[in-house]
């Protein structure tokens, strides 16, 4: 652990790197992550506005209802910049909320860029005490896994996290992502385990913790085989932690965990939104207690 100082509020706490807070958030709340997606139909389902204030109101009551049960929460960016500068500061207040319960949030705004551009996102999202903080944030490298150096520079300086789209849970991915990589060091590779690949040496190079703090994202549908994916072959130190999206409406069940993710399955954050969030507001803190425990079992 190494103190640091932030450039905007003086020195803060000790470094503690992403995948070490990761290990102790499993350990105490399980691998169940619950999604703050505020559609339309939703705030309207909650007796909502459409708007900026709506997805405040909605946003803080999902934290309110995850604080204490479950340890991760994901707020989904795009529902909150479609209001513009006023879905930013909602978005902002719901993030403080996140933080202040002691949730580890993942920022889902899946950005991806190069050199200082994607440096810039990266202190957006990643700088501790900056207005969008958050733990995590999801990028994609589809312009290759070293346009995210900066970034990963970033995330590591703060103690913070990247979840790398690598095999993604919606059917319009596969044929990108499986395609294979024609030259460098993982030539012959598809284009899925060659992200995971580069990640997961990544890890093992850096993180000194079991489980490391750079992440993919493995949609919880899909046939892993497919994308030339051996859930068997992990390595044995630095464990790349998996962000798990299709629990819950998109059909995957936690006790299938062993199964989809076999060598992975300890890593993997269960993330589910719409199966949780339609619930309603009076029911949604029954619903975490709920999914947090069938997801505390999946593992048998
Ligand atoms: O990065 C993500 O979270 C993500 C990756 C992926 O492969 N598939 C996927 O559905 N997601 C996100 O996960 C959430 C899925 O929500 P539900 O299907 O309602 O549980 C949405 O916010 C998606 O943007």
Redesign the pocket.
Known sequence: MTAQTNGLSGPVAPVVPFGERLEQTFARHGQLCV?I?PHSWLLDDWNLPDSAAGAESFGRTVVAAAAGQAGIV?P?VAFFEKFGSAGYVALERVLADARAAGLLVIG?A?RGDLGTSVEAYAEAWLTPGAPLEVDAL?VHSYMGVGSLDAALEVADRGGKGL?L?SA???PE?AALQRAVVGEGVHQGSSVARAILDEVAERNVRQSTSALGSIGV?L?ATLDLASFGIDVSDTPTEALTPV?A??????GATPSQLVALFGGYASGVIL?????ILSSGPDRISEMIRHRVAEAGTARG
Do not use: A, I, M, Y
């Open positions: 999604g997606d994901k989904q889902d899946k999801t979840f789209l993604t849970s919606n991915g994202v949609g962000l999206p299709g629990f819950g409406h998109q993330s589910e939104s719409r199966s």
